[in-house]
């Protein structure tokens, strides 16, 4: 029996056609077999964020999506925020206010802010609150994210 499945999918930008085990998760897959290790594993069951990605432009939490499952898929990742080796002005605005602190949490929290910014260019505190609720951060840095995310959308440069 074969439990190995084709699929093609674009990953920041660039296409693969690749087999994956039927019990893979896209994070198993990012991680192992790719190597994008800046999408974190943590909960493993969907409750922390640290695994966020944008598939099709959605956030999911990718621990709870099979890699079977985004045959077909368009995936970004947190290493495809920067271009060209420099950080994307959502990035560069975290570090510049702090709240990127232990770090853990922020891939999750950057994908999750990328994707409102998508969605949305001039969100309200509001919005920003709501869009980063499913990412938690042990180091209580919110409001610098917010902050973060806020000053971006007052430049729309994402």
Same mark, same amino acid.
């Given at each position: 029996?074969?439990?190995?499945?084709?699929? !093609?999918?674009?990953?920041?930008?660039?296409?693969?056609?690749?087999?994956?085990?039927?019990?893979? /998760?896209?994070?198993?897959?990012?991680? !192992?077999?790719?190597?994008?290790?800046?999408?974190?594993?943590? %909960?493993?069951?969907?409750? *922390?964020?640290? *695994?966020?990605?944008?598939?099709?432009?959605? /956030?999911?939490?990718? *621990?709870?999506?099979?890699?079977?499952?985004?045959?077909? %898929?368009?995936?970004?990742?947190?290493?495809?925020?920067?271009?060209?080796?420099?950080?994307?002005?959502?990035?560069?605005?975290?570090?510049? $206010?702090?709240?990127?602190?232990?770090?853990?949490?922020?891939?999750?929290?950057?994908?999750?802010? $990328?994707?409102?910014?998508?969605?949305?260019? $001039?969100? /309200?505190?509001?919005?920003?609150?709501?869009?980063? &609720?499913?990412?938690? %951060?042990?180091?209580?840095?919110?409001?610098?994210?917010?902050? &973060?995310?806020?000053?971006?959308?007052?430049?729309?440069?994402?």
């Amino acid at each position: 029996m074969n439990d190995r499945f084709p699929i !093609d999918l674009k990953i920041n930008g660039q296409s693969y056609s690749v087999d994956v085990s039927a019990c893979d /998760t896209l994070l198993d897959f990012l991680r !192992d077999q790719l190597g994008l290790t800046g999408t974190k594993e943590c %909960c493993v069951v969907g409750e *922390c964020g640290v *695994c966020t990605v944008i598939v099709n432009g959605r /956030t999911v939490n990718s *621990c709870l999506m099979l890699a079977a499952e985004a045959d077909g %898929c368009d995936v970004l990742t947190v290493e495809g925020l920067a271009t060209e080796g420099r950080l994307s002005p959502l990035q560069q605005s975290f570090l510049d $206010h702090g709240a990127a602190q232990c770090g853990f949490c922020i891939s999750g929290q950057l994908m999750s802010a $990328h994707n409102l910014l998508t969605r949305k260019p $001039h969100p /309200t505190v509001e919005d920003v609150q709501e869009a980063l &609720a499913g990412n938690l %951060c042990r180091c209580a840095g919110y409001e610098q994210m917010a902050e &973060a995310v806020l000053d971006v959308a007052k430049g729309a440069k994402e």
